[in-house]
């Protein structure tokens, strides 16, 4: 007799498995009509990527291929690259060269580098930016990820406030939570998402946890903590 735990992510575990299944079979079956229908082409450096470490990419409403890096922003437009840098001359440039976290809202595109967040303008082709300040008011540069969009709000992390909603029409910054803060390393770059619900996952360094929209509560899942829910305690290479 087979049992199934009724716990939701093994439940999301069978079904990835059963796609998986089929989608090797579909895969192996059509392979010769793969092979004929698809050219693979690799781009890097040599082709005017500015820098090798490509952590987020997006394609955007007009078609453009957005991608982050430690050297700037690139925009692909199926050819050529263009990349944006910090230039301290020019208060609309971007701010910031180690880029990562792209999101997009009508004309305006999202990025997260070292030093703010940054609201790129594709008409007017200048970013703003909106930073961290300490007690005295002073700008403080950490590195910001942008992870989630709508009509009147962007959500980000940062190294600094942690977990925060900004309202880009009347310009206000809201904490949602002060005890999770972006943090990363050579080999970890923090992923996180809003799910349908409004709640937050985000990926730690041992596994990952689940901030539930307006309550307190936190979930861990796959982690060493002593309230872990379900899991062995392991690493978790995207989401």
């Known amino acids: 007799m087979w049992y199934v735990n009724k716990h939701p992510l093994n439940r999301i575990i069978i079904i990835l498995i059963f796609w998986s299944a089929c989608w090797c079979s579909i895969s192996i079956a059509q392979k010769d009509d793969l092979h004929s229908n698809f050219i693979i082409r690799h781009y890097g450096v040599n082709d005017g990527l500015s820098q090798g470490s490509v ?5 955007d409403t007009e078609g453009y291929m957005w991608m982050t890096s430690y050297e700037g922003l690139n925009r692909f437009d199926g050819s050529t690259f263009r990349t944006f840098l910090d230039d301290p001359t020019d208060s609309t440039s971007l701010s910031g060269n180690v880029t990562l976290g792209l999101v997009e809202h009508g004309e305006y595109l999202w990025v997260g580098t070292d030093k703010c967040l940054n609201r790129y303008s594709k008409e007017l082709e200048r970013f703003q930016h909106i930073y961290s300040f300490d ?4 700008v403080v540069h950490n590195q910001h990820y942008p992870f989630y969009i709508d009509k009147t709000e962007i959500w980000y992390i940062n190294e600094r406030e942690g977990i925060i909603r900004y309202d ?3 310009h206000k910054k809201e904490v949602i939570n002060a005890d999770f803060k ?6 970890i770059v923090n992923s996180i ?4 619900q409004g709640d937050i ?3 730690l360094d041992i596994g990952l946890v689940k901030i539930y929209d307006g309550q307190s509560r936190v979930d861990y899942y796959y982690s060493n903590q002593e309230q872990n829910l379900f899991g062995m305690p392991g690493f978790i290479y995207a989401m």
Do not use: H
Not at 193 to 196: K, V
């Open 55 to 59: 952590y987020s990419m997006l394609k």
């Open 135 to 138: 007690d005295l008011g002073q």
């Open 168 to 170: 880009f029409n009347q």
């Open 182 to 187: 972006y943090q990363r390393n050579e080999f």
């Open 193 to 196: 998402l809003r799910d349908q």
């Open 201 to 203: 996952w985000m990926r």
